[in-house]
């Protein structure tokens, strides 16, 4: 089986340099500490989850790493102080996952941002219960 050395397919592995092309996830999410990433190779291969799992353990500054065969998915759950988001991406790079873990995907809502969604919210409620009395009175007259 050439290119399964380490149990992922389509990846021969020597040491922690890869002697192919990494795997590409089709999916990413990523939050400063932890990152979930999708990969069409791993879907419905528990062998491949468990040897990708195994390999990303080794990561120093990686603690928990979980994997989904049903999901082909990876999540690396990592230390903040250890590794900062561009230096996980080399990592995960060097381990065969060409996963770009550079910007967290969520970022806390600015000041701006959050009192106009709020605006929006409290005008949104105030329409629909103007609505809803609206009803109210015009079925109570009409009855």
Known sequence: MQGHQDGVPGRAHCGTHSLSRPLVPFYVHHVRGRLRA?????IDNPAAVAAAVARLRRINGV???GGNPLLGS????YDRDVLSPPLLAW???DHGFAVQATEPE?????????V???????TAIGSAIEAI?????LALVAG
């Open 133 to 137: 009395v609206h009803r109210a009175v």
């Open 38 to 42: 999708r990969f069409a190779e791993l």
């Open 74 to 77: 990876l999540i690396v759950e």
């Open 91 to 93: 990592k995960l790079l």
């Open 106 to 114: 969520t970022r806390p809502l600015s000041p701006q941002v959050s």
């Open 63 to 65: 603690g928990a790493v």
């Open 116 to 122: 106009l969604s709020n605006r929006l919210v409290a």
